[in-house]
């Protein structure tokens, strides 16, 4: 059974920087495709960034050179790294892991962290 952990969210102003971490326990985490979602209240469950075993990132649109993604795999943890936050960026985010190369819908990752807010104010 694997189990993944989220940390680092908060409550941060407009333009402020947060880092989430994420370590999943049980499996071989080299092997996994992690995924960094959001989720607004009320709101489906989209993709932010993802990184494949090999390091191959893909970002939203809305994310890109704010937002990077990286994995440490001696420490079995992947990163998110928040730059010039916005009031937009407001959400749970989520933390999921999959076999083999990343996917874009929640649906494709089997393996789910219980979610951490961040909340960017004005």
């Known amino acids: 059974q694997v189990q993944l952990v989220e940390s680092g969210g908060g409550v941060v102003q407009a333009g402020d920087s947060l880092r989430l971490s994420c370590t999943p326990s049980g499996g071989d985490f080299s092997k996994f495709a992690m995924g960094w979602f959001r989720q607004d209240p009320g709101k489906e469950r989209v993709v932010v960034t993802a990184i494949s075993s090999t390091g191959s990132a893909y970002y939203k649109d809305a994310v890109k050179g704010r937002f990077t993604i990286s994995r440490d795999n001696a420490k079995n943890t992947v990163y998110l790294q928040m730059n010039s936050l916005q009031p937009e960026d407001t959400a749970v985010y989520f933390c999921?892991?999959?076999?083999?190369?990343?996917?874009?819908?929640?649906?494709?990752?089997?393996?789910w962290g219980q979610g951490t807010q961040v909340t960017v104010s004005t």
């Open positions: 999921a892991a999959r076999i083999r190369g990343y996917m874009f819908k929640p649906g494709d990752y089997p393996y």
